[in-house]
Every structure is written in C-alpha cells, then in structure tokens.
C-alpha cells in the first residue's frame, strides 16, 4: 500500500530549527497526517497532526514552536521545528490516519522514521 519517505532530520544547536519531510507514494488529499516521535525510555507520543479539511492540533511541549503543513498535490507533509530544545531530541514517523480526521480513526500507515537530535 502506500508508502511514506521521512527526510530533514539530523542534528541542530538548542535554539535551531527544522525542516522534516515526508512523501507519500499515493494521494493523501482524503487523509489526516500527523508526526509521532519516540525519546529514549519514552513513549511514543503524537506531536502534530493536520485533518483533511487542514484543521491541526499539537502536543502543548510543542505548541507555538512547530509548524504542520502539507501539499496534497507534492504528496508531502511538513513539520516545520523552531526553538529546538533538547527535550525534542527523538526519533520522528510520518504517519497517515484511516479516514479525514485525526479524531475518528487510528493511524494506517508509518514511516520508517528520521532522527533528529538536538544539542545543548
């Protein structure tokens, strides 16, 4: 099924930002998007997701500081990351949601993940 391709992590200074991709082999224009990540010795958490219709939400750590965004016709979602603090050193997967809204379903597909480590 559809397969979605995470670039843009890497390492930044405390205070830095990023720019995470993710693309979709298929249409995602009828799915909700989001970005999950997983610290060490932490549970997986959402951090953002943007509905069908573009409405958002975000974790309260990184409300104010991320951005979520996509471009249905490129097939790719964004997370824009500002005033990175170490706190926000995880792995982080793209994921798609069953239906249009993050609210009504779980999540159909990941991505394999990209690192993004923040220094102090």
């Known amino acids: 099924q559809v397969q979605l391709v995470e670039s843009g992590g890497g390492l930044v200074q405390a205070g830095g930002s990023l720019r995470l991709s993710c693309a979709a082999s298929?249409?995602?224009?009828?799915?909700?998007m989001g970005w999950y990540r997983q610290a060490p010795g932490k549970q997986r958490e959402l951090v953002a997701a943007?509905?069908?219709?573009?409405?958002?939400t975000y974790a309260d750590s990184v409300k104010g500081r991320f951005l979520i965004s996509r471009d249905n016709a490129k097939r790719t979602v964004y997370l824009e990351m500002n005033s990175l603090k170490p706190e926000d050193t995880a792995v982080y997967y793209c994921?798609?949601?069953?239906?249009?809204?993050?609210?009504?379903?779980?999540?159909?597909?990941w991505g394999q993940g990209t690192q993004v480590t923040v220094s102090s």
């Open positions: 943007i509905s069908a219709g573009r409405y958002t």
């Open positions: 994921t798609q949601y069953y239906s249009s809204h993050y609210s009504d379903s779980g999540v159909d597909h």
């Open positions: 298929g249409s995602i224009s009828l799915n909700a």
